[in-house]
């Protein structure tokens, strides 16, 4: 019997809907679509970020350094980068729903700071009973072990939760412990694929 459900943050829950902040900086660059988010997030700085052992600040700081830009330009490049990312407030609100029925938890991949971001939008608080993100616990997905300790969190045992996230090969590492996984394609979709896991799981 399904007892928690756990999703991804970036990708599934807040997603960039609008990209011409970016693609401003693309064209300057002499970038393709989606190329100054492979610079930002397809680093070593950026991967020592995602396990904590960096800050924003120096994964911009590479950034800079990178396309020879001042504190200002850098500053405005961050603000257009993160300018087109947009809370999915229907999504996050299925999750609600699922409370106090279901537990609920966040596992992300995300840079120190993450947590102070999230606390800031009331809704996911709502939504979420527990936020494990990789900047404050030392492990990144699809390592098993972040999966292990988002089960042993909330004392539930693999078979007894699902996972949603965008990204295939941590759908599979979720899989792999023995969760219930759920590859997130679009929101309506993903609705669907849980509210048949719950249906089925409860047979």
């Known amino acids: 019997v399904i007892k928690a459900l ?14 011409s902040g970016r693609q ?9 679509d989606w190329g100054l988010a492979d610079v930002v997030f397809n680093n070593e700085i950026a991967a020592r970020a995602t396990i904590g052992r960096a800050t924003q600040d120096d994964v911009w700081a590479h950034v800079a350094v990178r396309f020879n830009l001042t ?7 961050q603000r257009d980068f993160w300018a087109g990312d947009r809370f999915d407030e229907e999504l996050i609100g299925f999750v609600a729903s699922m409370r106090p029925r279901y537990r609920t938890g966040v596992i992300s991949n ?5 947590q102070e971001f999230l606390a800031r939008h009331p809704a996911i608080s709502a939504a979420f009973e527990r936020l494990i993100i990789s900047a404050e616990v030392g492990i990144a997905k699809p390592d ?17 939760a699902v996972f949603v996230d965008d990204v ?35 047979q």
């Open 144 to 160: 098993p072990r972040i999966f292990r300790l988002a089960l042993g969190a909330f004392g539930v045992a693999p078979r007894d």
């Open 24 to 32: 401003k900086w693309e064209r300057r660059f002499g970038l393709p």
């Open 71 to 77: 504190e200002d330009e850098i500053a405005e490049l």
């Open 168 to 202: 295939l090969e941590n759908v599979e590492a979720a899989r792999g412990v023995g969760m219930a996984g759920v590859h997130f394609t679009d929101p309506v979709r993903t609705r669907e694929a849980v509210d048949r896991l719950l249906r089925d799981k409860e």
């Open 6 to 19: 756990f999703f991804d943050i970036g990708g599934v829950l807040l997603r960039t809907e609008d990209l």
């Open 110 to 114: 995300a840079w120190p700071g993450t």
